[in-house]
């Protein structure tokens, strides 16, 4: 099976010759600069053989055009930060306009797109990251975002509408160009920060508006539910083909979530620390220090939990970039060594 087969084939819930993994980080030395991103993530998903590439741009692109102030470090494991949010009082939420996709921050990340299509085109899959538009909300102005729905709840709705518009017109021009799918990012789907209740009013709405804008025009695409205590029964609805969250840590595990959904699971590999009922820290995740053997047993696990089908492997959310490359290869040489046995 070439990888677009694999990947397809994980999605349907056909067999696979093995079983697609990714394991993907932020590349924070590189990542203000396209074209530097884009060689880099082509030289690592070719490097570890993986089955697609998820495009990496940071976590505040879709926020510096609207004014948000942030700080670049250009560091290994130090992500840009915000300086200074773009939403200071209610009334600020009025102060948005519809971006095009093509210039300013934005417009970085197309071209990233372009640079990896350049590249991979028809040898591997790639999706584009992209936030919900309640999650580009908090971005901009932070938690302060719960009381100016509840203040003025009509302005923060029409400042979500124009956040949807724009996150739209970026995902056209990603097909435009060649993208095979999409990475669809809710920050805010868990009871920690909101009630069902609202997100249901301000989330799942514009979310629906974004997703139903590619999701018969692209074949790869997942939705990732950030953080503990999601909203997992309503995210999994939405119409996507592929879904991933902290399964290793966080509710549902791969076995429950089975019993709630029959869509493909992008997940099994714990990229966090472990942590006590108390939340002190026990121990680094496998990944950093983890021995082969354990790294193997840790995949081959959540393959069995997901009964060796529908399941693409890969972490809760990004993996550090201090990941030792002898554990990398582990977690690609689980599914190409051991992973046929579990399947006979």
């Not at 709405?205 to 950030?226: A, C, G, Q, R, W």
């Not at 550090?320 to 990398?328: D, G, L, W, Y």
Request: aromatic share 12%; proline share 5%; with cysteine.
């Amino acid at each position: 099976m070439n990888k677009f087969e694999r990947i397809k084939a994980a999605l349907s819930f056909e067999e696979v010759d093995q079983m697609p993994v990714n394991l993907w980080m932020h590349l924070s030395a590189v990542d203000q600069n396209p074209k530097s991103l884009a060689l880099a993530q082509v030289e690592y998903a070719r490097k570890y053989d993986f089955d697609f590439i998820k495009l990496m741009p940071f976590g505040l692109y879709c926020v510096e055009d609207w004014g948000v102030e942030v700080e670049y470090y250009s560091q290994v494991n130090k992500p840009p930060v915000v300086k200074k949010y773009a939403i200071e009082k209610v009334e600020d939420w009025a102060n948005l306009e519809v971006l095009p996709p093509i210039y300013g921050t934005y417009g970085k990340q197309l071209q990233l797109t372009k640079y990896v299509a350049a590249e991979v085109k028809n040898e591997i899959p790639f999706v584009q990251t992209i936030f919900s538009p309640l999650t580009v909300a908090r971005k901009l102005g932070g938690d302060r975002l719960i009381l100016d729905m509840k203040e003025n709840p009509d302005l923060v709705k029409a400042a979500l509408e124009i956040i949807t518009e724009t996150t739209i017109n970026f995902v056209k021009a990603n097909i435009d160009i060649g993208i095979d799918g999409f990475f669809f990012a809710t920050q805010c789907a868990t009871t920690d920060f909101m009630t069902k209740e609202e997100y249901e009013e301000f989330g799942v709405p514009y979310d629906l508006k974004v997703i139903e804008s590619y999701n018969d025009k692209t074949f790869f695409n997942i939705v990732h539910m950030h953080g503990n205590n999601i909203m997992f029964e309503t995210i999994s609805k939405y119409p996507v083909n592929c879904l991933n969250w902290h399964d290793r840590w966080s509710s549902p595990s791969i076995a429950e979530a089975r019993k709630l959904t029959d869509k493909c699971i992008l997940g099994g590999i714990r990229e966090v620390p472990y942590y006590d009922k108390n939340n002190n820290f026990i121990k680094n995740s496998l990944l950093l220090d983890g021995t082969i053997p354990e790294i193997e047993e840790h995949i081959l696990e959540a393959i069995s939990e997901a009964d060796g089908k529908g399941i693409i492997l890969g972490p809760g959310c990004v993996a550090s970039q201090n990941i030792p490359e002898k554990n990398i290869y582990a977690v690609r040489r689980s599914v190409v060594q051991y992973v046929p046995q579990t399947l006979v």
